[in-house]
């Protein structure tokens, strides 16, 4: 597996992951926009066999980012790439002097929570219906660098 910055032959692979894992999803026209996105870190996890996964961190003022996105194709779970993905963005955002790393998942999102947490992020808040389809409370994480 390789991590490498999202290109824009990427997305018809990368509206298919983002499809199967979020609702709303983004349009085509929202991912190329951050592929070209001075302020966005967009990096894909590919193998032999095409896209697995993908994640955007998205460069705030100052010394604070926030992870936008993260998903992994269904067929490509449990195998390691959220980690690689998430230790990629980490190391970036080091060298890029971030002190604090911020995000939201769904409350429902066990597997996300589990992710985050095992990475040193920390609950700190709740956003009340945060979410539409389905309407659903958003955790708020955070980690400091």
Known sequence: MIIRKATEEDIEALYEIERECFTPSWTEGQLLHEVYSD?????????????????????????????YRMAVRGGARRRGVASELWDNVRKRAKKERVKKIFLE?????????????????????????????????????????
């Open 39 to 67: 302020k966005v870190y967009f990096v894909v996890a590919q193998d032999d066999t095409g896209l697995l996964g993908f994640a955007l961190l998205f460069r705030l003022e100052g010394y604070e980012a926030e992870m």
């Open 105 to 145: 998942v769904r409350a429902s999102n066990a597997a996300a929570l589990a992710l985050y947490e095992k990475h040193g992020f920390a609950r700190v808040g709740l956003r009340k219906r945060y979410y539409d389809e389905p309407v659903e409370d958003a955790v708020i994480m955070r980690l400091d660098l």
